[in-house]
């Protein structure tokens, strides 16, 4: 996310609170389509988060491959990198789907998560989605508009058919999972309501629940607080949820609101951040003290990441290979 459009969201939340919605649908709808912003003192970004770094020419494990591709169907067409690990007589046990953030690009989204590195220990497939920048400027995933959050059409059907076709390149079988850190996290949410017959279980890191807005306006009230929706049943695929008590950009609200319902506390206060882990039913939430908008203990390489943080991929990585295959 660039320092320009996370002004542009400081902005947007002041007029917000100041009861100025038509002014902060102005500010982000420019920062959106790349405008300068309108006056009005724009807020510096704060917290952890800094430009990516270039990326670096590592070398892969013997037999590993880190490819781009481009996937095209009747929903739409999207680039994506997969990271297909060296091969093994059992074959590979999954498929993860990660869906990075506004402004983040795939590569820039694996380096910052190092889910390759986990990927590799445990025989997974992993696909990067990267959002067109002809469908968002800034390339946010739509979370917030109605017709990307149903199953037969928008953004959610584009992603379902591109991840059941890597899956079935790769005899992935049904362990398919999503994951994803902002807006690619509230589409993550989606995805796991509009297709749990695909998606086994989801991660959600500083996203919001399904439903959460209907347009700009509504979006940025979600994501202060204003409008957060109130706590209800949930019918979708289980969710391992992480959110950061210093989150600014997408209050903390937002995470408790994906697992309602959560009592069941794991808490830890030793080195690192301090973190509390609550359970409900088939699902997880995690609360870290301090951590701002950015993925707990990724790797400093990527964007929007915080080292000191319980490591989030891992976590997710064993949320998802316990869970039950389908009958």
């Known amino acids: 996310m660039s320092n320009d459009f996370a002004s542009a969201l400081r902005q947007a939340l002041q007029q917000t609170r100041a009861s100025d919605p038509a002014a902060a649908t102005a500010t982000i709808q420019a920062a959106l389509n790349g405008r300068s912003l309108p006056q009005g003192g724009a807020l510096p970004l704060r917290g952890p988060a800094r430009p990516a770094a270039e990326p670096a020419a590592t070398g892969l494990p013997d037999g590993a491959r880190f490819t781009r591709h481009t996937h095209a169907g009747p929903h739409g067409r999207r680039d994506y990198l997969l990271y297909v690990p060296s091969p093994r007589p059992e074959g590979h046990g999954a498929l993860v789907m990660m869906l990075h953030g506004c402004t983040q690009s795939a590569e820039d989204f694996a380096r910052g998560t190092a889910m390759n590195a986990l990927a590799e220990r445990h025989g997974l497939v992993v696909a990067y989605p990267e959002q067109a920048r002809t469908e968002n400027p800034q390339g946010c995933w739509s979370w917030f508009r109605p017709e990307d959050q149903t199953r037969e059409r928008g953004e959610p059907a584009l992603l379902a058919a591109l991840a059941g076709e890597v899956a079935g390149a790769h005899a992935c079988g049904d362990r398919v999972f999503v994951a994803g850190l902002s807006a690619g996290g509230a589409m993550a949410a989606i995805l796991a309501e509009t297709h749990p017959d695909l998606v086994v279980a989801a991660g959600v890191h500083s996203g919001l629940p399904a439903g959460s807005a209907r347009d700009v306006a509504s979006a940025f009230a979600a994501m202060n607080g204003q409008a957060a929706p109130a706590p209800r049943p949930r019918k979708g695929a289980p969710l391992i949820v992480f959110h950061g008590s210093a989150d600014r ?21 030793g080195q690192g951040r301090r973190w509390t882990r609550l359970t409900a039913d088939d699902s997880e939430l995690w609360r870290i003290e301090g951590l701002g908008h950015a993925w707990s203990g990724g790797d400093p390489a990527g964007s929007y990441t915080d080292a000191a943080g319980p490591d989030a991929s891992a976590e997710m990585v064993r949320f998802f290979l316990a869970q039950k295959v389908r009958a």
Not at 254 to 259: D, E, K, S
């Open 249 to 269: 950009t997408v209050v903390p609200a937002n995470g408790a609101a994906l697992v309602p319902g959560a009592g069941i506390e794991t808490s830890h206060s």
